[in-house]
């Protein structure tokens, strides 16, 4: 007999952590090896510390959707990165498969906080850096 699927709970503060792209924080609530019988898709909280930039990486063969929940992001894109999409609290985004790109906060004083889903998996391959110079109005903190 086939083992049944069940719904679970994710309680906070039991969250698992994730791959990482130069310091993003990426917490699972749900999705593969952390909760029990999911196989297609991730979900999970992202956040980003005032001025923080990711290095810059895709996500393989996944597609990612995500919705700022607090914040001013920014995602470069392009063969040198210097195309931008800006987004804040209530924007949703899309992110194709194998995309290269560098996720930034715009803020260097507040956090910001993405709810992100992957499907099949929380897939991150970071690429070679790129001096923050070449990041058209990016500041650190």
């Given at each position: 007999?086939?083992?049944?699927?069940?719904?679970?709970?994710?309680?906070?503060?039991?969250?698992?952590?994730?791959?990482?792209?130069?310091?993003?924080?990426?917490?699972?609530?749900?999705?593969?090896?952390?909760?029990?019988?999911?196989?297609?898709?991730?979900?999970?909280k992202?956040?980003n510390?005032?001025?923080y930039?990711?290095?810059?990486?895709?996500?393989?063969?996944?597609?990612?959707?995500?919705y700022?929940?607090?914040?001013?992001?920014?995602?470069?894109?392009?063969e040198?990165?210097?195309?931008?999409?800006?987004?804040?609290?209530?924007?949703?985004?899309?992110?194709?498969?194998?995309?290269?790109?560098?996720?930034?906060?715009?803020?260097?004083?507040?956090?910001?906080?993405?709810?992100?889903?992957?499907?099949?998996?929380?897939?991150?391959?970071?690429?070679?850096d790129?001096?923050?110079?070449?990041?058209?109005?990016?500041?650190?903190?």
């Open positions: 007999m086939a083992e049944q699927v069940k719904a679970v709970v994710t309680p906070k503060g039991a969250e698992f952590s994730t791959a990482l792209s130069g310091g993003c924080i990426r917490v699972t609530g749900v999705g593969p090896g952390a909760t029990a019988g999911t196989t297609k898709i991730w979900f999970g992202v956040s510390e005032p001025g930039r990711s290095l810059p990486h895709h996500h393989g063969d996944a597609e990612t959707g995500g700022v929940l607090k914040g001013k992001g920014r995602i470069y894109f392009g040198t990165y210097s195309e931008f999409l800006d987004m804040e609290e209530g924007d949703f985004v899309f992110v194709p498969p194998n995309w290269p790109h560098i996720e930034v906060n715009m803020s260097t004083t507040e956090e910001l906080i993405w709810l992100t889903t992957r499907t099949p998996d929380n897939i991150v391959v970071n690429l070679p790129v001096d923050d110079s070449t990041l058209v109005g990016y500041r650190k903190a």
